[in-house]
Every structure is written in structure tokens, then in C-alpha cells.
């Protein structure tokens, strides 16, 4: 067991942590302040396609992508690409300026895994270029979507096209202006085996029939420029070419697609943790309060040495988990995968909430990320499968295991 990086990552790794001294920092106030101006609404920071045009020529670009999608790949394996994804995580924007933001990750691996030449050709590119954006459709207002069995959209086949009705919500990117393509989950059987009813297609942002049914926000944020939105799918036609690996493998694309998706989340998580404990640590040795500093109460050290502890588990668990998927696959890694999803927005929540606590009224403002961090985290908790369905499964499959063991 190694815990040094490899050359090629800590070579890496020095030029993301420049680029982000150097690009990201400094324009973290920028950012915020432009897509939370209501006049801009739904429109792209001004000075993202030129970061990303900085990132692409300093080798910095698409660098999620695992090395087993060989053309498509920078050649990296999970476990490498994890510290990148920590460091880009510390602001939560920034994995966008290197072509390593959700839910594109997740198309792109679906494209690049299970998509037709065809697809590829059209949708794929253009995403690992950066030229266009995506959103992923799953959830559905009026079934529990963490029991995605209940999803209940319908894509039914009417000569060369499928036609699509239903509504969902809580579809992250899809106000981008660049969003030019969504992968929809609905059914296709009704009366088959439950995961086999399901399939998943493309469908151009613009096609007749989508529309958007309203704007949701999280915890008071519209979240622009990508928002989350509900939208409603009235008699939407594509053809049959659109669909992806077929009817009934909507299950498959989705299990290899989220598996992934939800180690991202974590190696983010934990670089926004990391990032609120050095506030945290930074603010009690510079507050004094009744004579002496805050960084001189016991209880102060106490959480700002929990914290550490805590994020330090977290990291050993998805640098775990990330070489398990190298290793065995992510089907053999799955208690791995559902393990950190469950610690790792949890645990950056509760250091994020510590951290606002030292930072007195400060900690509740936007001066400091920790408020950020604390509220994303706790949207985290819900994304990609709520930590209650992680743990029922996770248990399930634990049981399972070890009663099948002989007792020692």
C-alpha cells in the first residue's frame, strides 16, 4: 500500500493547485456576485469559456475520465484523479473550468460507455470538447425517484420514433445556456420484470414538447447557471437511433453511470471540508474574544481536531473506494462507493457547521465559503440516492455477507 502519489498525479496536481492559486481564488467574488445578480439570470459567467481555454492548454481537462475508455481518456485511474477532484472541490464552480463538472461527467461516461458510434459522434465529442453542456433526467415529482422502479415517464415506440411523456424535476444544468442534450430514463415495458422496464435516450434540449414547467431553487438559490428546473414532456418524438444499448437497459446505464458520479461527489466534498477546517483553524487563531484567543478554548481545539480526524477518514475511505473501482470494477466496489456516499457530505456538512460556529455572525454571511459548503453538503445527503437507501442496501449486502461466513 502506497500513500505517495505518482509522479505524473503530483505533477498534476502542482499545476491544478497554481491554476487555481493563480485563476480561481482571485475570482471567487466575481463569480459569486455575477450569477447571483438576477439580471443574469441563466447566463454564463462572462470569463468561464476563456478559463477553460487556459485549463485545456495546461493539460488540465477531462481528467475524471477513467483510463478503461481509452480514446476518450487522459489515461488516469480513479484512485488519481481523486486528489485533482479534492482540489477543484475546494470551490465548488471549478470543476466546470476543467471539464470534470457533474451531471456532464456522468453523460460523458454514459456516452463513452454504452453509446453508438452515431451518438458518440454527435453528442460525446462536442461534450468532452466543451463546447456544449448536458443534463441527466431522472427524478420525477409524484413517485419516490430513490426507488427509481417507480419512475414512471413513458418513451414508447410509434413507427422510427419514440415518443416521450411525463414530467420530472429536479433536473440539475438544464437551464445552461449550452445545454444542448438530455439522457432521459423513463419505461419502456410496463409489464416486464421492474428492471427491465426501463430505458434511457437522448433528447436535444430543443426538441418540440419539452418544456420547462418552473424553476427550482435550493435553500433559497436558483443555482444559475445551470438551476435546477421541472420540466414536462408533452408528446416529445426522437428517433429510434436515439435510444442508448437498447430497450430494458435503462438500469444497466444508470447503475454505470452513478457509481462514478457519486465518488466525484465525495472527492468534492472532502476538498470543501479541507478547505473549512483551514477557515475554521485560520479564524480561531486570529478571533480573541473575553481576553484571550478563541484558538486558547479547549472546545474550539477540540472540533477544529475532530474535523481533521474526521476528513482524514473520509479521504482514506474514497481513496479506498477509488482503488477498488480500479481494481475489481465498480459493481465489486459498490459497498465502498455506497459507504463514502453516505460519510462524506455528512462529515463536510458537520465540519462546515463547526466552522460557522467559530466564525461567530461572519459564518452564516457569504464573506467565507463555509455556508456555501454547509448547505451544498446537505444537498448532497439527497443527491444520487439519499443516505438511507445507501445504507439499507449497504446493510442488506453486509448481512447477507458475513452470515454467510463460518464463525470465528
Not at 482540489?87 to 465548488?92: E, K, N
Not at 453542456?133 to 417507480?150: I, K, L
Request: aromatic share 8%; with cysteine.
Amino acid at each position: 500500500m502506497d500513500f505517495e502519489y505518482s509522479t505524473r498525479v503530483a505533477a498534476l496536481l502542482k499545476t491544478l493547485e497554481a491554476f487555481m492559486d493563480e485563476h480561481v481564488y482571485p475570482n471567487e467574488r466575481a463569480y459569486y456576485d455575477f450569477v447571483h445578480d438576477q439580471n443574469n439570470l441563466w447566463q454564463e459567467w462572462p470569463q468561464m469559456e476563456a478559463l477553460k481555454d487556459k485549463a485545456r492548454a495546461a493539460g488540465l481537462w477531462n481528467l475524471f475520465l477513467p483510463h478503461e475508455y481509452g480514446e476518450f481518456s487522459p489515461g488516469l485511474s480513479n484512485l488519481e484523479y481523486a486528489p485533482l477532484a479534492e482540489a477543484m472541490g475546494r470551490v465548488p464552480w471549478a470543476s466546470q473550468i476543467f471539464n470534470c463538472s457533474a451531471p456532464d461527467t456522468g453523460n460523458m461516461e454514459v456516452l463513452a460507455k454504452f453509446g453508438s458510434p452515431d451518438q458518440q459522434e454527435r453528442w460525446l465529442k462536442p461534450l468532452l470538447a466543451g463546447k456544449i453542456r448536458s443534463a441527466y433526467v431522472m427524478t420525477e415529482p409524484q413517485v419516490a425517484s430513490s426507488d427509481a422502479t417507480n419512475l414512471e415517464l413513458s418513451i414508447l415506440p410509434d413507427g422510427d420514433d419514440y415518443v416521450i411523456n411525463g414530467r420530472k424535476w429536479w433536473i440539475s444544468n438544464a437551464m445552461h445556456p449550452r445545454c444542448d442534450i438530455f439522457i432521459v430514463m423513463g419505461k419502456t415495458h410496463f409489464d416486464a420484470p421492474r428492471h427491465i422496464q426501463h430505458s434511457q435516450i437522448l433528447v436535444p434540449r430543443d426538441t418540440p414538447g419539452v418544456e420547462v414547467v418552473r424553476h427550482l431553487t435550493v435553500f433559497g438559490s436558483h443555482n444559475s447557471p445551470g438551476g435546477e428546473v421541472e420540466l414536462k414532456f408533452d408528446n416529445v418524438r426522437v428517433p429510434k437511433e436515439n435510444l442508448i444499448l437498447g430497450e430494458g437497459r435503462g438500469f444497466e446505464i444508470a447503475q454505470g453511470r452513478l457509481g462514478p458520479g457519486r465518488i466525484h461527489h465525495c472527492m468534492r466534498s472532502i476538498g470543501q471540508a479541507q478547505r473549512a477546517l483551514e477557515h475554521m483553524a485560520r479564524r480561531a487563531d486570529s478571533r480573541v474574544a473575553f481576553g484571550k484567543k478563541l484558538a486558547d478554548q479547549s472546545s474550539i481545539r477540540q472540533d477544529v481536531a475532530r474535523s481533521f480526524c474526521e476528513v482524514e477518514m473520509a479521504r482514506l475511505l474514497t481513496l479506498k473506494a477509488a482503488d477498488a473501482m480500479d481494481r475489481y470494477g465498480n459493481k465489486k466496489a459498490k459497498d465502498l462507493i455506497a459507504a463514502i456516499k453516505v460519510i462524506a457530505p455528512t462529515m463536510a456538512q458537520t465540519v462546515a457547521d463547526r466552522a460557522i460556529q467559530v466564525h461567530g455572525g461572519m459564518g452564516v454571511s457569504d464573506d467565507t465559503p463555509v455556508a456555501g459548503f454547509f448547505t451544498l453538503n446537505r444537498y448532497i445527503r439527497i443527491t444520487d440516492g439519499p443516505e438511507e437507501v445507501h445504507m439499507s442496501q449497504l446493510g442488506k449486502q453486509k448481512i447477507a455477507e458475513y452470515a454467510a461466513m463460518n464463525a470465528r
